[in-house]
T-cell receptor, first 111, second 113 residues
């Protein structure tokens, strides 16, 4: 899995967009960018993934730079329930069975 | 759909006691996983089941056994609990083995005294 770098923590005002960055400068051509989050005392939750095109689902949008060395997860209208640790994971499709979470970004959504 | 469910939510054991953690999924997924998460640390894979009838060791299998009862259910057994097994245990599932989109249950918080 490629190494990822995320800020340790971020704040966001409720109702505003939360933009969470991730650097993955050593990403390989066959590696995808995945985002998970873990709300306190709950199981990790899959959010979204992408290879090179921007992706959007009901939870979030994923913007991947053209050189694929960084990406941004966007929560368009953050709510207090989005307060969680967000993990960026870079790995190949079918890379194996164990997901490995790094330090992640602790997002605090404030009223 | 309930997704992935786990029972119990909390459990306290004494050293040497045994117990089974239950996990079920209703997404018709082929693969299921057991992870543990220690305070302030990441997930570590204990065992996984690629499909009904198969199980394989993960990163930290010692002290645990598993049973893939059917396609829906995957249980984790501690035969003789030790304080080092105090942790939060998460069950997860995916459509098939190796996929990175895994869906997790709410966890079982286990304390071994």
């Amino acid at each position: 899995d490629a190494k990822t770098t995320q800020p340790t923590s971020m704040d966001c005002a409720e109702g505003r967009a939360a933009n969470l960055p991730c650097n993955h400068s050593t990403i390989s051509g066959n590696e995808y960018v995945y985002w998970y989050r873990q709300i306190h005392s709950q199981g990790p939750q899959y959010i979204i993934h992408g290879l090179k095109n921007n992706e959007t689902n009901e939870m979030a949008s994923l913007i991947i730079t053209e050189d694929r060395k960084s990406s941004t997860l966007i929560l368009p209208h953050a709510t207090l329930r989005d307060t969680a640790v967000y993990y960026c994971i870079v790995r190949a499709y079918n890379a194996g069975n164990m997901l490995t979470f790094g330090g992640g970004t602790r997002l605090m959504v404030k009223p | 759909n309930a997704g992935v469910t786990q029972t119990p939510k909390f459990q306290v054991l004494k050293t040497g006691q045994s117990m089974t953690l239950q996990c079920a999924q209703d997404m018709n997924h082929n693969s299921m996983y057991w992870y543990r998460q220690d305070p302030g640390m990441g997930l570590r894979l204990i065992y996984y089941s690629a499909s009904e009838g198969t199980t394989d060791k993960g990163e930290v299998p010692n002290g645990y056994n598993v049973s893939r009862l059917n396609k829906r259910e995957f249980s984790l057994r501690l035969e003789s609990a030790a304080p080092s097994q105090t942790s939060v245990y998460f069950c997860a599932s995916s459509e098939r083995t190796g996929l990175n989109e895994q869906f997790f249950g709410p966890g079982t918080r286990l304390t071994v005294l």
